[in-house]
């Protein structure tokens, strides 16, 4: 069997197998095998992207050859949220090939990841089989050059889990931005979360003589501003999801007299914020907040047609790992690089928290820990740490990256600082060519307050038939 012995343990949850680490040991074994074989997974999604994935797996015939099955159910999960698809091919172990089909099938382990990667995101029955080399897809994923349009007026706007944001942007200047607490995990009339978000947009048309462009950021899945998937929405019935949410965006942009409106990711976003922060590409943007977000910006500067889904890609392999309640999943991002990660270490911590206190109100108590000297929160950061340490090795495995920023909630205050110092200690440690090449930073308080509304806002480009449009008061 596999030895894993992580340098830096998380201290409040030491039995934490990392993904980086599980695969370095067992492709080690593979490589000691003169019988092991190439493993071959292509996805192909519905826009006629397509990617190949190539690793090597243990004979048939080894011994350990179970742990075969284990990698490449755990690697394909990574590849589908991370890339995304509905086809999906494995050529070079028949077996392997069997055992994927019957995990994603619809009554399988990863039935939630079938029905999702396939009716609900690419709206195609969902895949997986086994092919012949020659059957493989050409790769291929044309960049997206979105973005970097910082001309005119425009608004920027971020919508989470726990509040919206708007922005008023004058040619790349910042003259106005607010936040508004909501709720809308929950909510089952559509109008509290379209009325919600046009009102934050009037507001920030009151401090513009004209509105060229809307740009915004979301926690989900969208597709051509489409809505495809998003937590945001799980309080609305299917019925009023496919005739008020799904396209919500472009019920927005009707009331705005049809000006240029684009929605991204919100990861995307972000890395796309940190892209022209920096002057500089390969960012790999990692959100700790209410769930994780990711996102990327490649080193030729435009962003890809990828999930980048990193709350549903799993990075801790042990066998009873802590599951997401919404996917049934263990192991995966969003309860390692979340506050629900915090809440979860701050049991552990031994914080007399009320069972029935909310995540949110646990992160904020433990923040105000931390920055008084408390010694468990301190616990709490120095775990999140090695997550984010780990995670950020086995990242490095699929993104090349240059840059990785860390933002969210949960790396407000001294805690973030400390969350940064482990993971780059984890980094030196047991990762010294990813940390030799990748810089670990935060966004500065400029960048927090206005970064992630400037790249929002500069989605859009001006097109010569789109009319501007004021609207701060009169608008429904």
């Known amino acids: 069997m596999l030895k894993i012995t992580p340098f830096l343990r998380p201290p409040l949850d030491p039995d934490f197998i990392p993904a980086a680490l599980w695969n370095r040991a067992y492709r080690a074994m593979v490589a000691a095998d003169p019988a092991s074989r190439e493993l071959v997974i292509s996805l192909e999604r519905t826009d006629g992207g397509a990617s190949v994935h190539r690793s090597r797996v243990l004979g048939a015939s080894h011994p350990e050859s179970g742990l075969s099955l284990r990698y490449a159910e755990r690697l394909l999960k990574f590849l589908l949220w991370q890339k995304g698809g509905c086809t999906v091919k494995i050529v070079g172990a028949p077996e392997v090939a069997a055992h994927l089909a019957a995990v994603y099938s619809p009554r399988g382990e990863r039935a939630f990841d079938r029905a999702f990667m396939g009716e609900k995101v690419y709206r195609q029955t969902f895949s997986i089989r086994a092919a012949d080399e020659s059957e493989l897809p050409s790769e291929g994923d044309i960049g997206l050059p979105v973005g970097r349009h910082l001309e005119g007026c425009r608004i920027g706007f971020d919508i989470g889990g726990s509040d919206r944001k708007a922005a008023a942007v004058i040619d790349g200047r910042v003259v106005y931005s607010e936040e508004t607490a909501w709720d809308p995990y929950f909510q089952k009339d559509p109008s509290y979360h379209i009325e919600g978000i046009h009102e934050s947009l009037k507001k920030a048309a009151a401090h513009l003589p004209r509105v060229d462009a809307i740009g915004g950021s979301a926690a989900g899945i969208y597709v051509n501003n489409e809505v495809r998937v998003a937590s945001l ?240 008061s009169t608008s429904r």
């Open 233 to 472: 929405f799980r309080g609305i019935p299917p019925d009023r999801f496919e005739s008020d949410i799904r396209r919500l965006f472009f019920t927005l942009q009707a009331r705005w007299g049809g000006v240029p409106f684009d929605v991204a990711n919100d990861g995307e976003v972000a890395a796309l914020a940190g892209s022209m922060s920096l002057g500089d590409n390969a960012v790999l943007g990692i959100s700790m907040g209410t769930s994780q977000a990711g996102g990327y910006v490649r080193p030729s500067g435009d962003i890809t047609p990828w999930l980048n889904e990193l709350a549903f890609a799993p990075v801790d392999y042990r066998a009873d790992a802590y599951r997401d309640e919404w996917s049934g999943d263990a192991g995966c991002g969003v309860q390692y690089l979340s506050q629900q990660a915090v809440s979860r270490l701050s049991d552990q911590a031994g914080f007399a928290f009320p069972k029935e206190m909310p995540a949110q109100e646990r992160l904020v108590a433990v923040q105000a820990a931390m920055a008084s000297g408390d010694p468990k929160a301190e616990l709490v950061y120095d775990s999140m740490g090695s997550y984010l340490g780990y995670s950020i090795g086995h990242y490095a495995d699929f993104y090349n990256v240059r840059h990785a920023l860390v933002m969210g909630r949960v790396t407000s205050g001294i805690g973030g600082e400390r969350i940064l110092l482990r993971a780059r200690e984890v980094l030196a440690a047991e990762f010294p060519a990813v940390a030799s090449r990748t810089r670990l930073r935060m966004p500065d308080e400029k960048d927090k307050r206005h970064g992630q509304a400037i790249a929002a806002a500069s989605l859009p480009s001006l097109r010569e038939t789109a009319g501007s449009h004021a609207l701060p």
